[in-house]
């Protein structure tokens, strides 16, 4: 495992559409293994390959309930509800917050780790961090959808 760079947001490669993810082969569990490692490190709660310079579909994240981590590999949102506001940060761009309307409930399919397809049903946390966390992979940032001022801190 290594620690990856951050890829921030004067970077362009945030802007872009990741492509998916064709084999979880042994270079795909090195990167998973390294953007855990990295989240951990930087005290995230979410991480997507393209935040580390790989434009794939995928994403990791770990809000610390005990039910983590999570591997995303090629998701999809199949539905949503509700809705919730909320202050968040992002590791690619360091130092700012501000407030962001996502949904309270949301259901995402994907491969896990080992390529086999699950489901996620995600509220709260989970849910504005896996919705956060796909944004990434279009190419969004949080910044993009914050209501209201954005805070520097």
Same mark, same amino acid.
């Given at each position: 495992?290594?620690?990856?760079?951050? @890829?921030?947001?004067?970077?362009?490669?945030?802007?872009?559409?990741?492509?998916?993810?064709?084999?979880?082969?042994?270079?795909?569990?090195?990167?998973?293994?390294?953007?855990?490692?990295?989240?951990?490190?930087?005290?995230?709660?979410?991480?997507?390959?393209?935040?580390?310079?790989?434009?794939?579909?995928?994403? @990791?994240?770990?809000?610390?309930?005990?039910?983590?981590?999570?591997?995303?590999?090629?998701?999809?949102?199949?539905?949503?509800?509700?809705?919730? @506001?909320?202050?968040?940060?992002?590791?690619? @761009?360091?130092?700012?917050?501000?407030?962001?309307?996502?949904?309270?409930?949301?259901?995402?399919?994907?491969?896990?780790?080992?390529?086999?397809?699950?489901?996620?049903?995600?509220?709260?946390?989970?849910?504005?961090?896996?919705?956060?966390?796909?944004?990434?992979?279009?190419?969004?940032?949080?910044?993009?959808?914050?209501?209201?001022?954005?805070?520097?801190?």
């Amino acid at each position: 495992m290594a620690l990856r760079q951050i @890829v921030t947001e004067e970077n362009d490669l945030l802007r872009k559409v990741s492509r998916p993810v064709d084999r979880v082969d042994t270079r795909i569990q090195t990167l998973i293994d390294d953007m855990l490692q990295t989240m951990k490190a930087s005290n995230g709660i979410g991480l997507a390959a393209v935040q580390v310079g790989v434009l794939r579909r995928l994403f @990791v994240m770990d809000i610390q309930d005990g039910n983590g981590p999570y591997v995303l590999i090629n998701p999809k949102i199949v539905a949503s509800d509700g809705s919730q @506001v909320g202050q968040e940060g992002c590791l690619s @761009v360091p130092g700012i917050w501000g407030d962001v309307e996502r949904p309270a409930h949301v259901v995402m399919q994907a491969l896990d780790r080992g390529g086999k397809p699950f489901t996620l049903e995600a509220e709260g946390l989970l849910a504005v961090c896996a919705c956060h966390e796909y944004d990434h992979l279009d190419g969004i940032l949080f910044r993009d959808k914050v209501i209201g001022s954005l805070v520097k801190t």
